[in-house]
């Protein structure tokens, strides 16, 4: 869970509101993966921890619906952090919200100038 310091801390880049949501998802998804695996280091928890974890949350396992979508959602998040933390040569739950913050900017980056590069001022 993300402490309201850290929620703070991720409201005040100056992302784009698409970008700054997808920073928020993705650092909900960090430390949900943290907390599953009961470490904020190493590798992402495997599938069936992922299962039996949210089968040990009562309100998660009340609805078989959602835990699906749940193990389905870490799954993604777990890919995506991967990815991330490979470009950083680093283990993905050793990223912290720095990195997140610092990717994500990068990524904002990327897409405007691409945007610009594709759509040139008149005249």
């Not at 928890?45 to 009562?58: F, H, K, L, R, V």
Request: include cysteine; hydrophobic fraction near 50%; charged fraction near 25%.
């Amino acid at each position: 869970m993300l402490e309201p310091e850290e929620l703070a801390e991720l409201e005040a880049t100056l992302l784009p509101a698409l970008e700054r949501h997808h920073l928020r998802l993705l650092a909900h998804g960090l430390r949900t993966l943290q907390a599953i695996a009961g470490r904020r280091d190493g590798a992402c928890p495997a599938p069936a921890a992922i299962a039996a974890w949210c089968a040990d949350q009562p309100l998660i396992a009340a609805d078989p619906g959602f835990a699906e979508a749940f193990r389905s959602q870490m799954a993604s998040a777990a890919l995506q952090l991967e990815a991330i933390a490979a470009e950083d040569g680093k283990p993905p739950l050793d990223l912290s919200l720095d990195d997140l913050a610092r990717w994500a900017v990068r990524q904002a980056d990327h897409r405007l100038s691409s945007a610009a590069a594709a759509d040139p001022p008149p005249g």
